[in-house]
T-cell receptor, first 115, second 113 residues
Framework: AQSVTQLGSHVSVSEGALVLLRCNYS??????LFWYVQYPNQGLQLLLK??????LVKGINGFEAEFKKSETSFHLTKPSAHMSDAAEYFC?????????????FGAGTRLAVHP | DAGVIQSPRHEVTEMGQEVTLRCKPI?????LFWYRQTMMRGLELLIY????????DSGMPEDRFSAKMPNASFSTLKIQPSEPRDSAVYFC???????????FGDGTRLSIL
């Protein structure tokens, strides 16, 4: 069965510092991987997706993630944090094994950015 | 382009009442998903429709929950009778199918007193 583990339910960084949000997945077949961001009182917004093309995926707002099969990881990074990046981030995995894009979400990581 | 539209944004009602949540997917999307988000259980898929047909309802918690999609531009999630443990944020999402990403609405925050 698929699963997603996000290490660290809360991450705090200074403005301008590197953002690193960790995601490890478990899947019996090549997965599709997604990162979503959720701002307060809003739905989830797609940041980026990996669908078996380039292993380094660039997304919106300066975020990127690297698919590492050997480590079953898909960590999200941003070189320099902005105050506006404060939100909750969700990693999700899907493999179409059920015939459709059924997303299994991690528990989420809340990112705080302080001045 | 309009995104996924959900209504109402907030709903407060008393235990035992019927609750109906509504969703308008993005035009042209053939896949529709209903999710529930709680602190304890995170994001859970409740039901998945493809071309207006329910394909996977294994996540629907019990018979009190039902969902319909009468046409490509409208879906409802109904809870009858509602219970306090149903309090959560309910999201609707739509996609073009396959590995295409899901686009989420802003959710309905449901409180059952």
């Amino acid at each position: 069965a698929q699963s997603v583990t996000q290490l660290g339910s809360h991450v705090s960084v200074s403005e301008g510092a590197l953002v690193l949000l960790r995601c490890n997945y478990s899947s019996s077949v090549p997965p599709y991987l997604f990162w979503y961001v959720q701002y307060p009182n809003q739905g989830l917004q797609l940041l980026l997706k990996y669908t078996s093309a380039a292993t380094l995926v660039k997304g919106i707002n300066g975020f990127e993630a690297e698919f590492k099969k050997s480590e079953t990881s898909f960590h999200l990074t941003k070189p320099s944090a902005h105050m506006s990046d404060a939100a909750e981030y969700f990693c999700a995995v899907s493999d179409l094994a059920g015939g459709y894009n059924k997303l299994i979400f991690g528990a989420g990581t809340r990112l705080a950015v302080h001045p | 382009d309009a995104g996924v539209i959900q209504s109402p944004r907030h709903e407060v009602t008393e235990m035992g009442q019927e609750v109906t949540l509504r969703c308008k997917p993005i035009s042209g999307h053939n896949s529709l998903f209903w999710y529930r988000q709680t602190m304890m259980r995170g994001l859970e898929l409740l039901i998945y429709f493809n071309n207006n047909v329910p394909i996977d309802d294994s996540g629907m918690p019990e018979d009190r929950f039902s969902a319909k999609m009468p046409n490509a531009s409208f879906s409802t999630l109904k809870i009858q009778p509602s219970e306090p443990r149903d309090s959560a944020v309910y999201f609707c999402a739509s996609s073009l199918g396959g590995e295409q990403p899901q686009h989420f609405g802003d959710g309905t925050r449901l409180s059952i007193l």
